[in-house]
């Protein structure tokens, strides 16, 4: 089956920035969508930002646009989620997932892959 491992997440000031990874590995695929949920604590599952493999084609919620970057580098099977201007309620467990459609979709249950999740703490 897929793997999903995400890395980067850590401690931040707010202001400050990270850079998540998400290495894909187990199976070979080229229409997968990738994509990056978040879960506060307390609070449902978000839909973040999302990338197809083949296209391109981004997605990216109103709430962090003009401050994170989704990517992919298909020689590495990774996509990275850039974070600038980190606010504390950035704050959460970050996950990320792949999907069987070449489309990018912000609905967690288009998604049959799933990581462990990373954790990004923003303080004030």
């Not at 070979?28 to 978000?46: C, H, L, N, V």
């Not at 792949?98 to 303080?123: F, I, K, L, M, P």
Request: glycine content about 10%.
């Amino acid at each position: 089956q897929v793997q999903l491992v995400e890395s980067g997440g850590g401690s931040v000031q707010a202001g400050g920035s990270l850079r998540l990874s998400c290495a894909a590995s187990g199976r070979a695929f080229s229409s997968y969508t990738m994509a990056w949920f978040r879960q506060a604590p307390g609070k449902q599952r978000e839909s973040v930002a999302a990338v197809t493999w083949t296209g391109g084609r981004t997605y990216v919620t109103d709430s962090v646009k003009g401050r994170f970057t989704i990517s992919r580098d298909n020689a590495k099977n990774t996509v990275y989620l850039q974070m600038n201007s980190l606010k504390p309620e950035d704050t959460a467990v970050y996950y990320c997932a792949a999907s069987n459609y070449a489309s990018v979709s912000s609905r967690s249950d288009e998604y049959a892959y799933w990581g462990q999740g990373t954790q990004v703490t923003v303080s004030s």
